[in-house]
């Protein structure tokens, strides 16, 4: 069955048909200013589990995700820092800090991850097209704009993922005080000319001192590793305008040519948004202050599995509400799975499979193939899981089946990319491990609580995680 799925482009769903058996897959990446919530996560794991689909699909899928390394946040906080600091040590701690977490959700680690700081150059070039052909203007203070009055009369077409009432879009955004200058209210900046607060955060473009803007570097980034047209382009919901849009109609703007006799190139053919995660009936954000992050959930001894579970239980276009009962309920669910598959395997005793539960894989397939339907996806699955429980009551499932089933799971899991509960026990600790959870002990009890924290995320460095139980520590592999 073809995978269908909700394209933002046309506002239906369709069928998924790629230019070729590598799909080039683009998904906008974190911006590194601080720890990420697991809002954002939520868009990273479906991003993740799409590609996981893709692969379960037979296709190759050449994944790209930027990391936004420089924009006005992290500006701010660079410079606002203490002691004081420099852009790449700034955002190295929290990229370093974002893939440990990324993992812990086990995402499969992208092919690309370009960094928006490497690819200067290719946003000049993207500028200087618009430039030429008339698509974007200078200000007086240096700054260049996109101008989508120009953009659409030369055949462009702005508002192709939302409905844009250019009314409204006048009369309430706020035009900052360094965009006085612009032509119309819409316009958005590609190059932002290099302001005071920027302190020592600037490069010296053709068109003087100052840092590119935040969509602008999707554009260049996406273009150069997957060429002008590519086939999926993903994000939260919150990005598809302005951010996208723009993304649009800067690389779609850049193929057009001043005399207005050219069609523009498509950008991206399939556009799929993720719903957002809530918290107490809002979207979890930042500027809220209703987030997690992962560490937050961590010390609450949850684990990457529980939380990657809860994030994949609704479907990729319905918001969900996170609550602490919810990771309750995934680790109940997750333990009804893990005491079928620990029965699987303890009956097949390392035997090879000699086939799948075809039937099984096939209604999996079904149920995500028609518009990524996850719950269908683990109804399937946990019907599957009561039918076994069912037969390995009865004494019905021999070895080779038990094998078999197991080998079911594995394809199945590619997709749902749920780790092997870490199955632990005291005497597989390593020694310079078990030495590292004593030190930390003793630091406790001599009330020496910073080298006992130095202690605990060393051991994580090491893969180790604490769980501080009423009986004690144990440990967990990560
Ligand atoms: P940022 O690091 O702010 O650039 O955001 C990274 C990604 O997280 C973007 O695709 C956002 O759309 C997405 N995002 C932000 N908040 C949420 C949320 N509450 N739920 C789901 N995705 C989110
Ligand atoms: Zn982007």
């Known amino acids: 069955m073809d995978l269908h799925f909700f394209n933002t482009l046309t506002h239906r769903i369709e069928a998924f048909v790629p230019s070729s058996k590598t799909v080039g897959f683009y998904c906008c990446g974190p911006t590194v200013y601080d720890f990420a919530h697991i809002g954002n996560f939520r868009t990273f794991v479906f991003a993740d589990l799409l590609r996981r689909l893709l692969e379960f699909k037979g296709f190759k899928v050449n994944h ?18 203490t002691p004081p600091t420099t852009l790449s040590d700034y955002t190295k701690k929290y990229e370093e800090a974002f893939f440990e977490d990324f993992r812990q959700l086990n995402c499969l680690e992208p092919v690309r991850t370009p960094h928006a700081t490497e690819y200067i150059q290719q946003m000049y070039d993207l500028i200087a097209k618009l430039l030429d052909n008339g698509i974007a203007y200078q200000t007086p203070d240096g700054s260049i704009f996109f101008s ?4 659409m009369a030369l055949g462009g077409k702005y508002g192709q993922l939302v409905n844009i009432n250019f009314d409204e879009t006048k009369s309430t955004e706020r035009i900052k005080n360094d965009e006085y200058e612009k032509e119309s209210a819409a316009d958005f900046a590609l190059w932002k000319a290099r302001t005071e607060n920027d302190g020592n955060i600037f490069w010296e473009s053709p068109w003087g001192e100052g840092r590119p803007g935040w969509h602008l ?47 523009p190139v498509p950008f991206v053919k399939y556009w799929i948004h993720f719903s957002h995660l809530l918290s107490e009936g809002k979207k979890m954000s930042k500027s809220l202050g209703n987030f997690y992050t992962l560490r937050d959930l961590f010390s609450k001894g949850f684990t990457g599995r529980e939380i990657r579970y809860l994030l994949l239980s609704a479907h990729y276009r319905e918001s969900l509400n996170f609550t602490i009962d919810g990771l309750n309920a995934a680790r109940s669910a997750l333990a009804r799975l893990d005491e079928c598959l620990g029965k699987l395997k303890e009956i097949a005793n390392n035997i090879n499979p000699t086939e799948n539960n075809s039937q099984f894989i096939q209604q999996f397939d079904e149920a995500l193939s028609n518009n990524i339907n996850l719950s269908q996806a683990w109804s399937v699955v946990f019907d599957w899981v009561r039918d076994l429980n069912r037969l390995i009551a ?5 070895p080779q089946d038990a094998a078999n089933e197991l080998s079911a799971w594995e394809r199945v899991n590619h997709v749902l990319g749920i780790k092997e509960k870490s199955t632990v026990s005291t005497e597989n600790i390593p020694t310079e491990i078990a030495d590292l959870l004593a030190a930390r002990q003793n630091a406790r009890k001599a009330k020496n609580f910073a080298e006992a924290d130095l202690l605990r995320d060393t051991l994580k460095q090491k893969g180790w995680l604490i769980e501080d139980t009423p009986k004690g520590p144990r440990l967990k592999k990560i």
Do not use: W
């Open 217 to 263: 570097e999707c554009s260049a980034m996406s273009s150069d590793l997957l060429g002008k047209t590519f086939d999926i382009h993903v994000g939260g919901e919150d990005l598809a305008f302005p951010h996208h849009e723009d993304e649009i109609a800067q690389s779609e703007g850049a193929s057009l040519c001043k005399d207005g006799n050219t069609a």
């Open 394 to 398: 009865e004494n019905k499932l021999s």
């Open 148 to 151: 989508i009055q120009r953009y």
């Open 64 to 81: 790209v995700m930027n990391i936004t390394d420089v924009d006005d946040k992290i500006i701010q906080r660079v410079n606002t820092s």
